[in-house]
């Protein structure tokens, strides 16, 4: 597997940085055990890809006392089959999944939503793991993860335990984790290929963006016939979401233009969304309403 080219020099630019700070510490932990064994430890947080983390740090919004970097650790950057299964360790890079043959072959949606996520430089660090543990509503790679009914392979001191992603994310910045257990790896089943994957993300600007609402959707059709239709959104509730009242309504029916009328209707109350810096509630559930009816327009023009 290839290495994030930027991997091995900016974990020591962070560890000397924060090295500076008295009384910090820094540990590129050498496997699992070691990993566990301080992570109970007061102040103790791990560091992978540090896009979230190291901002955190930067602005003085979160000041760890013990930071395990495990970004070089093996057992957690792997992709491996399993079965009817696909395993991806948290420490695997965005960029290494884009390269992955399998990842590209059987996850598409993974890959299309990927390719939107950051830029570059953020991809080549950035993990699966971090951005989920990151729990934020606009995290990208859970829309995809929800909808390929993914599990989160979670460890602590007392063994393993597995949770639908959907279970994982408990509110803003809020996850399922608890003291001493760390995220290990994602394990998603492998999709029926004929569902075809589309997302469409809105943001302040088309590159680099943080998703103002976000639709991501695995869509199988014949003609105008829905065979199955699964639909996820993300920035447009406390966590990313699916839309399984729209996806009730939808599945085994014909698109016209009184579903297409109702599913935008149900999209709309099946959100919850907030206003911030970035936009209205109003305009985001407006908006995720639009991409629900666009996307089952497009349906019709095929
Ligand atoms: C400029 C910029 C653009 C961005 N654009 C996007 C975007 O378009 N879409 C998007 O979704 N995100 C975006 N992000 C956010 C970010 O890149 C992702 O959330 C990233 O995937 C986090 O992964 P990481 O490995 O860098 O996590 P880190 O920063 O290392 O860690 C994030 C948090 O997770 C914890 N953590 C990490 N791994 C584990 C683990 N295995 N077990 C337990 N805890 C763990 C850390 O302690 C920390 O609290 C952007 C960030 C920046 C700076």
């Known amino acids: 597997m290839t290495r994030a080219r930027f991997g091995t020099s900016t974990g020591w630019k962070i560890s000397r940085w924060w090295r500076r700070s008295v009384g910090r510490q820094y540990l590129k932990v050498n496997s699992i055990g070691e990993l566990l064994e301080n992570l109970g430890k007061p102040g103790a947080m791990i560091l992978c890809g540090g ?3 190291v901002v955190k740090m930067r602005s003085g919004l979160l000041s760890p006392e013990l ?3 495990i970004s070089d650790l093996p057992e957690l950057r792997e992709i491996k089959k399993n079965g009817s299964k696909i395993e991806i360790g948290t420490a695997v890079t965005q960029s290494e999944l884009l390269a992955s043959e399998i990842v590209r072959e059987r996850l598409p949606l993974l890959i299309t939503v990927l390719s939107q996520l950051g830029c570059v430089q953020i991809r080549n660090r950035g993990t699966l793991g971090g951005n989920l543990v990151n729990a934020s509503p606009a995290a990208d790679s859970a829309i995809p993860l929800l909808l390929y009914d993914a599990e989160v392979i979670l460890t602590g001191s007392q063994g393993e335990r597995r949770l639908a992603v959907k279970d994982f994310f408990r509110g803003p910045g809020k996850n399922a984790l608890s003291n001493g257990e760390f995220l290990r790896a994602v394990s998603i089943p492998l999709p029926n290929p004929k569902l075809y994957p589309f997302f469409h993300k809105i943001g302040r600007r088309k590159a680099l963006t943080i998703a103002i609402a976000s ?9 105008d016939l829905i065979q199955e239709v699964r639909l996820a959104a993300g920035s ?3 966590t990313p979401i ?3 009242r729209v996806e ?14 109702e599913a935008r209707k149900l999209a709309q109350q099946s959100v919850s969304p907030i206003a911030d810096i970035r936009a209205s509630a109003d305009y985001r559930r407006t908006v995720i309403a639009d991409l629900v009816a666009h996307l089952f327009e497009g349906v019709l023009h095929v």
């Open 51 to 53: 896009t979230d983390l």
């Open 67 to 69: 930071l395990l970097d």
């Open 215 to 223: 639709l991501g959707a695995l869509l199988h059709v014949e003609g």
């Open 236 to 238: 447009v509730a406390p």
């Open 242 to 244: 699916r839309l399984r």
């Open 248 to 261: 009730e309504r939808a599945n085994g029916k014909r698109v016209t233009a009184s579903l297409i009328e």
